[in-house]
């Protein structure tokens, strides 16, 4: 660790220098030691592997993130902005979700964010994260260098940062913004040097980096995230205020009100796109107080100091294992909250210390739902909008990284002393730690101490006594101050780095993506859409450029949320319209709605059906959620039996072939799996070849005759035969007005049943799949979709969405399937023509008797203004930093 300058106040000397030189270089390798492993693909980084539903032969031993936004939005959306960028397009709108929607205004993708074009490249998300936590544990050593702080301090409060329980946890955009908080208060401090270091204010300027660390945090694509973490600039800023006179105080706060100004002005485009945007949108809970009730159980405080005590990430240890992992967005580990509590204590920065202790505290009340405090934080402005619970904690890690850097550089200063007990500060963190884990301890026991991963369990006690034994063994010897200093940093950081990599390490160890179907579909759709059943999850048919009904994003069009509901699927959430998130069981599933209402699918655009391989998706629906995280592996080796009774098979239906859902060992099982299946006495027979079975899917046995109809109960065995490598068939639980028996070798077992489907003939409506491979069938509508441009009596002539050539007799109209909302233009042969709504949807636009060439763009309104707000913010910006310059070249404080 890098060491601290001889005597605080003092002009930096070349060892502080060097000290300083050390702690940049560690903020900048050590993320990228970090994932190096990822970078060498020893481990697999790409979302898309976890999340599209196009990959064979994944073995994965958890998961790295808890919000699988990481790949649905971020990745998605932000690879189509990028895309749009490099190519030389703003990106406002994406036509390949829903039936068009904005990209720029949805923020998720944090499309105009600088670091964004980073994910046109493989892995770009992986270096895009490692860029930010540069960015981050840059900025916080240069807020430690700004305070006055020696280069330890400086170099433990930024690794700590770099290395937080949001980092580790979280990966979609709701961490773009953390890294320029540090940005943002590097800018306060410097503009209160400014004011009170004898330049009596005449000097302007000085919130370059403000203005800059709010326009970023703006553009990063998560808005909530920026506004929680400007609440502890906030607080960080009126903490500052002590120590100046009357005079410098108001010059302090109107250039800080300056650099505010100048971010908004910078993020005036991206700002206009979403604001314009909102009027127009579903936002789901987010909008009144949907989440003022939302807390993590005081239960669940332990995890918040041991983060991985009941096993990884979604570990479902325990009945609110799901709910709480959905709602939990970091931890802080042991060190780093002994360590605040020590840097609490000292009279230098005394009103900043305070300052980050309460906003700690609060925050962390807020979060477990203690009494009086929470009540406090969430009665501030816009916080109960946002599910604070996951956007909170970046604040108070920051916080208490920096109180951990404030304790490292006190005892630094100390001096030699015999004992570290003997010093209060050393007390006051081992009984604040000693305190909170009794605390945790108390309130989860009963509900955790039967952990079902007892390794876990076991490694997190046993890392925690080794860190308080280490400490111990560090007080004792006659060390100096800032011996001792190094240990406890060394300390902390080891704990940060270790408690982030456990779920980049414990991820994704081999997969293949299969894009023979986004091949397909990119030479056959045309300007038609696809709507999936599965495979090409929501909103990558964005990242792959196909355009696709289905979405999972927010905020949403609300006429496109309405018009899903209303004719598509009304079992729907709102936020998703795919494979999950219906409503009711009762109300129809997917592929049932898409049956009832298939007309409507045409209307709009709907030309192929994209379904999982090896199950029809018209057959039978079972009821069975096939991805239920409570199901069980049934292993079957050579003779080894599995049966099951199906009497809810509807009576009038026949049986075409069974489906069967199956783990094959990464791919690995081989002999062959054969089928029997008997209604009444009739019995039909059929097998398959498990070496082409993929682990994970379903596999479809024909039957070598139909069962016919009849009112006898559908009955099945399953026996393998042959091979070395067993096979698994999935089993769920049962529900209790579904009486399904099944057994294995004979032997019942009461209240499970295998996860199957029993295919009758495909519909009338539907063609036979034209294309199949390992992951995915596509199926092509019988009648076809309505077209993308049409005018009754005219001949259209169309390859890309945004210009068509129409010949037409008489004047007419021309129809566009794509979302109407206020910002598109058109061009009828080079001049402006009103773009008007057609029907609940879409576009129309007239068209003169003879040919048009009609070209559609869309821009969000008022962005003339954007642009021109943008430039002064630009201008603003500058006028702080030439000043802040010219300033550190006159005079650099020490420290």
Not at 48 to 65: E, H, I, K, P, R
Not at 111 to 126: E, N
Not at 196 to 213: F, Q
Not at 371 to 377: A, N, R, S
Request: proline letters at 7%; hydrophobic letters at 45%.
């Amino acid at each position: 660790m890098p060491q601290m300058p001889a005597a605080a106040g003092t002009p930096p000397d070349r060892n502080s220098r060097n000290g300083f030189r050390t702690a940049f270089i560690l903020a900048v390798l050590m993320p990228i030691l970090a994932k190096l492993h990822q970078i060498l693909h020893l481990r697999l980084a790409n979302p898309a592997l976890m999340n599209s539903d196009l990959v064979t032969g994944l073995n994965a031993d958890g998961v790295s993130s808890l919000d699988p936004n990481v790949g649905f939005t971020s990745q998605t959306l932000g690879h189509r902005a990028a895309l749009d960028l490099l190519s030389g397009h703003l990106p406002w709108w994406n036509p390949y979700e829903g039936v068009g929607m904005p990209l720029a205004g949805e923020m998720q993708s944090a499309a105009l964010f600088p670091l964004t074009p980073l994910l046109a490249l493989p892995d770009g998300q992986l270096y895009m994260h490692i860029a930010m936590q540069v960015i981050a544990g840059i900025f916080t050593v240069l807020v430690m260098r700004r305070l006055g702080t020696g280069a330890l301090a400086a170099a433990t409060a930024a690794l700590l940062f770099e290395f937080n329980g949001t980092y580790a946890w979280l990966a979609n955009a709701v961490i773009n913004p953390i890294c320029f908080l540090p940005m943002i208060l590097l800018g306060v401090e410097d503009v209160r040097l400014n004011v009170s270091a004898g330049h009596e204010g005449r000097r302007r300027g000085g919130w370059g980096w403000i203005g800059l660390g709010v326009a970023l945090s703006l553009y990063a694509g998560f808005p909530e995230m920026a506004y929680l973490d400007g609440l502890l600039a906030a607080a960080w800023t009126m903490a500052r205020l002590p120590g100046l006179e009357r005079r410098q105080a108001a010059l302090y706060l109107a250039r800080l009100a300056l650099g505010v100004g100048a971010g908004v002005l910078l993020a005036a485009p991206i700002l206009i796109a979403f604001l314009g945007y909102l009027p127009h949108a579903f936002v789901g809970a987010h909008g009144g107080e949907g989440y003022r009730y939302v807390r993590l159980g005081q239960e669940r405080l332990i995890t918040l100091l041991m983060p991985y005590l009941h096993g990884r990430l979604t570990d479902a240890t325990t009945p609110d294992a799901g709910v709480f992992w959905g709602r939990a967005g970091g931890y802080i580990g042991v060190m780093m909250p002994a360590m605040a509590v020590m840097g609490l204590w000292a009279r230098r920065w005394r009103g900043l210390r305070l300052a980050l202790g309460a906003w700690s505290l609060f925050t962390i009340a807020t979060l477990y739902g203690v009494p009086g405090l929470t009540h406090l934080v969430t009665a501030v402005p816009m916080v109960t909008n946002s599910i604070f619970t996951r956007y909170l904690p970046p604040s108070f890690e920051f916080a208490l990284a920096i109180l951990a850097g404030l304790a490292c550089h006190d005892l630094a200063q100390a001096g030699d002393m015999r004992r570290l007990w003997a010093r209060p500060l050393f007390r006051n963190g081992a009984a604040a730690l000693a305190l909170l884990l009794l605390a945790a301890a108390v309130l989860s026991w009963g509900r955790f101490n039967d952990a079902a991963v007892l390794s876990w369990y076991r490694l997190s006690i046993g890392c925690t006594a080794a860190l308080a034994l280490g400490v111990c063994v560090l007080a004792f010897p006659r060390l100096g101050g800032g011996r001792q200093a190094q240990g406890l940093a060394a300390f902390a950081v080891v704990e940060a780095i270790a408690l982030f990599l456990v779920p980049a390490v414990w991820t994704v160890k081999t997969g293949t993506l299969q894009l023979g179907g986004i091949h397909f579909l990119r030479q056959n759709l045309g300007l038609q859409r696809f709507y999936t059943l599965g495979p090409i999850q929501p909103n990558y048919g964005s990242f792959y450029g196909v355009a696709s009904l289905n979405h999972d994003d927010l905020p949403l069009p609300a006429d496109w949320t309405r018009y899903v509901h209303d004719h598509l699927d009304d079992n729907t959430t709102g936020v998703t319209f795919g494979p999950y998130g219906h409503l009711d069981p009762s109300r129809g599933s997917q592929a049932q709605n898409l049956i009832r209402n298939l007309d409507a699918f045409r209307e709009v655009g709907v030309k192929y059906v994209v379904a999982p391989p090896g199950i029809s998706p018209f057959g039978w629906d079972a009821g069975q959620d096939a991805n239920d995280p409570g199901r069980q592996p049934l292993r079957l080796e050579d003779g080894t039996r599995v049966t099951l009774a199906v009497p809810d098979y509807p009576a009038g239906n026949e049986v075409h072939d069974v489906s069967v859902m199956l783990g094959t060992y990464g791919d690995k099982s081989d002999g062959v799996l054969l089928v029997t299946a008997c209604r009444g006495d009739v019995c039909a027979n059929g097998r398959t070849d498990l070496a082409a079975a993929r682990d994970g899917r379903y596999a479809r046995i024909s039957l070598n005759h139909p069962l016919p109809p009849g009112g006898a109960p559908v009955t099945l065995e399953w026996r393998k035969s042959g091979g070395a490598v067993p096979v698994v068939i999935w089993a769920i639980q049962g529900h209790a007005g579904r009486p399904r028996a099944l057994a294995l070798n004979g032997v019942p077992m009461p209240g499970w049943e295998a996860v199957i489907g029993l295919g009758s003939p495909v519909p009338a409506f539907m063609d036979a799949p034209v294309y199949s491979d390992a992951v995915m069938d596509i199926y092509e509508m019988r009648q076809p979709p309505a077209p993308y441009f049409q005018a009754d009596g005219c001949v259209v002539a169309a390859t890309v969405r945004a210009q068509a050539t129409v010949d037409c007799p008489a004047p007419a109209a021309l129809t566009r399937l794509e979302l109407y909302l206020p910002g598109w233009t058109a061009t009828v042969n080079g001049q402006d023509s009103p773009v008007l709504r057609e029907g609940d949807l879409f576009q129309r636009v007239a068209l003169p008797a003879g040919r048009s060439v009609v070209k559609f763009h869309f821009r969000p309104p008022f962005m003339p203004l954007g642009y021109a707000a943008f430039a002064a913010g630009l201008l603003l910006t500058g006028l702080g930093w030439r000043t802040w310059r010219w300033r550190e070249r006159a005079s650099r404080p020490g420290g």
